[in-house]
């Protein structure tokens, strides 16, 4: 029987790889990439916790974050094809009109 | 060593060495290749919890829809011989990665602490994670959260389009 502890384990780990993703690379669409990786790890965590207490809520949260990320995928990329349009370029060092 | 935790342990490097992938390589078609790898790592895991219903969902939504959503936009930027992002060590990056770092050595230590011998009684978690159970629980306990997810849908649908517009005025 695999303890509960393990998938919290490897959900904190890919989370953690997620957020060096975000923070380190300079192309959008892979910070994206990571973006999903991080909402998919906290997904596991859920579905985890929602077969440990034998209760259904934590798998129907994890079919809203679904929808959520579907949005959030649909939006974000339009908003990057709008940028590299205007700016031709993917690289978020470039991007950086709204920064101080 | 039952099955049960052979495969478990299969799936879970499979993911982690597809995650680190995902964000070490330079071209970000390998990068959408390997998340595909990733999130079929996942269902994998969510089946070994028997959340058959969120396992087939993980790929059709997510391998399936949002990643030719990906590979569609990456095709449509059109970067040519790749714009080279340099992927040169810089501080900054160590920095990150050695804050990062910490962050998860200090949630693995809480997780330890707190979760340190439960364990999960697939007997418990059996029949919750069909497709009957979790449509039960969505039209009922959860109706009004679904039909807002419906308007979130539309927004997002609306957004997209004005957002990709060739003129945006």
Known sequence: MVSLQSYLIVSAIMFMIGAVGVVTRRNVIIVFMSIELMLNSVNLTLVAFSAYFGDITGQILVFFVMALAAAEAAVGLAIIIALFRRKQTINLDQINIMKW | ?169
């Open chain 2, 1 to 169: 060593m039952t099955l049960e935790i052979i495969l478990f342990y299969i799936l879970a490097f499979g993911g982690i060495i597809t995650a680190i992938m995902v964000v070490t390589r330079r071209n970000p078609i390998v990068s959408a290749l390997y998340l595909i790898a990733n999130f079929f790592c996942l269902a994998g895991l969510y089946l070994t919890l028997h959340a058959q219903f969120i396992a087939i969902i993980q790929i059709f939504v997510y391998a399936g829809a949002i990643m030719v959503l990906f590979v569609f936009v990456i095709m449509l930027l059109n970067l040519g011989d790749i714009q080279r992002l340099k992927g040169r060590l810089s501080l900054k990056k160590i920095i990150a990665a050695g804050i990062s770092f910490a962050v998860l050595m200090e949630v693995l230590y809480i997780i330890r602490m707190q979760t340190g011998s439960l364990t999960i009684d697939l007997a418990k978690a059996g029949s919750i994670g069909t497709v009957e159970a979790i449509g039960r629980a969505l039209f009922t306990q959860f109706l009004f959260p679904f039909e807002v997810t419906s308007l979130l849908l539309i927004a997002a649908i609306v957004g997209a389009i004005l957002l990709a517009k060739k003129k945006l005025d």
